[in-house]
């Protein structure tokens, strides 16, 4: 599925919509006396990799691939907004909260459906699962803890590839583009 500009559609809800998002309330969060952007990954972004030549999947698509790679821009995302804020009263982290019971399949195939439905009982409640969001939007211990990423509320280290800062400005310039920010 594509959007009406021909982007990916689990691209463009789950890492170019935050992008803009970002970009239109970063002078209101730099007004204000802290700010945290606090990005949903998820451990997923693991199996992500992302092909610059197919990044909207046109080739080769799957529904684990487009959701691995928009988690993976997830973090790409975190790491190098943490560069261009620097010096601000702005943090930006990214976090995986964990397998939530939502409707996370519910346009997959069957036998994704399938799969989901089974591991239910093994699931974390919506609110289990936003423990994480809630601990890095108001901990005042993390009031300057900026571009890492969090599962249940520890650091873990991302995969190579979602520390790659090469990857990561490459990102953002396309993302740039793709949003229309780029002219701005």
């Known amino acids: 599925m594509t959007t009406e500009e021909g982007y ?8 170019l919509a935050p992008f803009l998002l970002t970009h ?11 700010g945290r952007i606090i ?24 529904n684990i691939k487009s959701y691995a790679n928009s988690k993976l821009a997830n973090i790409l995302f975190t790491k190098e907004l943490n560069k261009k804020i620097e010096g601000t009263n702005v943090t930006t982290n990214a976090l995986h909260p964990g397998v939530v019971d939502s409707n996370f399949a ?6 994704w459906q399938a799969m989901m439905t089974m591991a239910k009982p093994f699931m974390l409640s919506i609110e289990k699962g936003a423990q994480t969001s809630i601990y890095l939007a108001s901990a005042e211990e993390l009031a300057t803890t900026t571009g890492l990423y969090f599962v249940r509320n520890k650091v873990r280290k991302p ?8 990857i ?8 740039l583009q793709l949003t229309g920010l780029a002219s701005s």
């Open 106 to 111: 519910g346009n997959s195939s069957i036998f």
């Open 39 to 62: 990005n949903v990954s998820s451990e997923g972004h693991r199996i992500g990799k992302l092909n610059f030549d197919n990044l909207m999947l046109e080739r080769d698509y799957s």
């Open 8 to 15: 990916e559609l689990t691209f463009a809800v789950n890492h």
């Open 159 to 166: 995969s190579a590839d979602a520390n790659n800062p090469e």
């Open 24 to 34: 239109l309330l970063m002078e209101p969060l730099k007004a204000a006396d802290q």
């Open 168 to 175: 990561a400005k490459r990102l953002w310039d396309i993302s």
